[in-house]
């Protein structure tokens, strides 16, 4: 019921910077903790950032922390992933996904999830 869209995926050189959006039209937004995963060719899938509902708690994996910056806009029913210093290891289809438990969206089991957006950083 609850529709993601992620957009600003693109081709990038290492070292530079991108931001990634996922929108929706869901009425109670406000409601639901987000999160941010990849998942490259060959590679499972993981988490990268994750944010409350009222964004005031974030958290981060190891590998992007200091570099990406999750950030949630309620108003205009928006998430962000701002990513910067942008390293090939970073390449990976970005999905966001939505549930009302934070901890569900950390363990990578919200209940919902975008189309995802492709990320391809070059060297």
């Known amino acids: 019921q609850v529709q993601l869209v992620e957009s600003g995926g693109g081709l990038v050189q290492a070292g530079d910077s991108l931001r990634l959006s996922c929108a929706t039209s869901?009425?109670?937004?406000?409601?639901?903790?987000m999160g941010w995963f990849r998942q490259a060719p060959g590679k499972e899938r993981e988490f990268v950032a994750a944010?409350?509902?009222?964004?005031?708690?974030?958290y981060y994996t190891e590998s992007v922390k200091g570099r990406f910056t999750i950030s949630r806009d309620n108003d205009k029913n928006t998430v962000y992933l701002q990513m910067t210093s942008l390293k090939p290891e970073d390449t990976a289809v970005y999905y966001c996904?939505?549930?009302?438990?934070?901890?569900?969206?950390?363990?990578?089991?919200?209940?919902?999830w975008g189309q995802g957006t492709q990320v391809t950083v070059s060297s």
């Open positions: 996904a939505a549930d009302l438990g934070y901890n569900t969206v950390l363990r990578g089991r919200a209940s919902f």
């Open positions: 944010i409350t509902y009222s964004g005031m708690t974030r």
């Open positions: 869901e009425r109670t937004f406000s409601s639901y903790h």
